[in-house]
């Protein structure tokens, strides 16, 4: 951010001329103005109130964590109620609904499994985004308490919370720590995939004459045909 | 739409423009160009006798009913169900580079939010000198920019990353739309709100049933985000965020939130779900790469494909594509008849816009023998778009996110086209 070298009153003088401007026919002074970082005192402060109500998110650090506390046991009869139907009992999953469980020791092989437990890096994505998305058709429904439990059950159904007692809340919540933490590495494509940067692409014989390999025809999955569909899936 | 019964017509033929007609055009051959004779010369046709419909009694227009295929479509083995989809973009039929607001691609999560603009409100908090709060009216205040951006999900043609699977660019590569947005540069709200030194993530997060959150850095955020609330001129359809989306240029549509709320700035990313469990690209060796942002150099052949086959048989032909880039301007564009062997450089014609949908043309006279149809973007950073065999080298086929290799569609003589992988 470019940020101004004025002091702070040097600043709301700024603004204050700016807002003039504004009154003004003319908004010339305030295009000269760039730097003090123009102000147009429009809109205003939401109330503590109205921040609390919207302010759900979470982060790994724990910011952002409620107070609250739920029980693995308390969360699996939640999750039987309100969940099961899609991700099946055990976050095994229904039909093309997430699975949420499983799947250790598939991401390098043909056919990966990301789970919670396999893939997740945090267990607070799980808090933060069942708060924020679950139940499926009635979002942000349950009480903190109950979003504890539920998070304690499918951190549970993952075997990274093995005792069925425990009781999940704000106090214990990043003691938790997920397998797959260290299966992350930043972005890395200017580096690995240099070669795709190139002078002056090849125009004339690049390669040997090609073949047909593959056909999406013998795959026969394009909508409105009238045959079995088999997929490879993508979510 | 009438029966395929022409044999130069398969069933697979089905999208194809127009399909009744052409359908009729291929099975009367004595007539020139198909149809109903009596509406033809010497005739007088009927709609220049009797009088059509007067003004505003289609109050807000729409396509030709002749157009009616013509429309967003979705894959329905994909997902379990149509609320948390995807419908895509009709490329093949589409030309130059905007994109109709009535078929620019839907992804929600938790269906479309149907908002009130009354009721809605922006907040902005975190490490912000200035918290604010905004109705719609009160965004539409602040200086006004107007930019064309394309809008790509990063999961564009991810269900090809095995081989080819989906007969038509609708298909493989319509998750992409391009519009004309105007709204007020996000560079505009932080100022106002005043960042503070220490605010370097922005939460993004929409006001739909899903409630979608995802980190931006603060670089990004003041260097050329929108938030929108026109898109080419009109309010913001629905579908796509109304009464005001995030616009991030370049970047995969994941980030573009729609139905925004609030945007919170901390110190930290969240790692909220769409940024680990998806829109992560799962590697090889088990490792997956993150904050996979910028949508790479890509391009496709819109028209002949398989939705539009060649019908008029050898003769002019006329190859129309798009390409784009999230890292900038498309420098060129090349053309290959015989799936890559040799490239003849590509027409582009309409503006040349950054992080823009750029279309190109390839004009030949086709001799009726079978092609293997492929397209080859260049961007200005250098970056030239990698067949499927260099990316798939890399990446593997697990990524789901990012395919940007090159497509192939065959040609056959009788016109028909379908997707296939070539080595």
Redesign the interface.
Known sequence: MVRSRMSKSLKFIAGALVACALAAPSLAQQKTDVKAGPRYHIGRAPTADEIRGWDIDVRPDGQGLPEGKGSVAQGEKLFMDNCSTCHGEFGEGNGRWPVLAGGKGSLTSDNPVKTVGSYWPYASTVFDYVRHAMPYGNAESFSVDEYYALVAYVLYLNDVITDQNFELSNKNFTTIKMPNEQGFVMDDRAATEKSFWQKDPCMKDCIAPVKITARAAAIDVTPEDSKDKKSRGVE | MSKMDSPRQS??N??AAGAGVAASVLAKPALAGGGNPANQPPNVPEWSKALGEGVAVRPYGKPSKFEKDVVR????????SR??SVSFTPLHELEGIITPNGLCFERH??GIAEIDPADHRL?I?GLVE??????LE?LK??PRVNRIHFMECA?NS??EW???????CQ?THGMIHCVQYTGVSLR?L???A??K?N?KWL?V?GAD?????RSLP?EKA?DDCIIAYKMNGEALYPEQGYPMRLVVPGWQGNLWVKWL??I?V?D?P????EE???Y?D?L??????????SM?AKSVITSPS?QAPIKHGKGFTIVSGLAWSGNGKVKRV?VSL???????PARIDGPVLDKALTRFYYEFDWNGEPL?LQS?V?DE??????SKA?LRK?RGV?S?YHNNGIQTW?VQANGEV??????
């Not at chain 2, 200035?130 to 109705?135: F, K, Y």
């Not at chain 2, 969240?270 to 779900?273: A, E, K, M, P």
């Not at chain 2, 379908?418 to 080595?423: G, H, P, R």
């Open positions: 069933r697979r089905f999208l479509r979705d894959v329905e083995w994909l997902t379990a609320e948390s999560h938790g907040m908090h200035r918290p604010l709060i905004l109705t009160e205040r602040y999961a991810g269900m095995r081989g080819a699977q989906l007969n038509g298909f505009t932080l100022e106002e005043g960042v030194t605010g939460l997060e049933a899903a409630a979608m959150d603060i003041l709320r609030r919170k901390g930290q969240w790692h909220t779900r680990t469990s998806k992560t799962l090889p060796n088990g490792k997956a790469r993150r904050f996979t942002w790479d398989p090349d015989d799936g890559g062997r040799n490239w003849w293997l080859r260049q950073t250098g970056y030239v778009q990698p260099e890399i697990n789901i065959h379908e997707n296939v992988e070539v080595a």
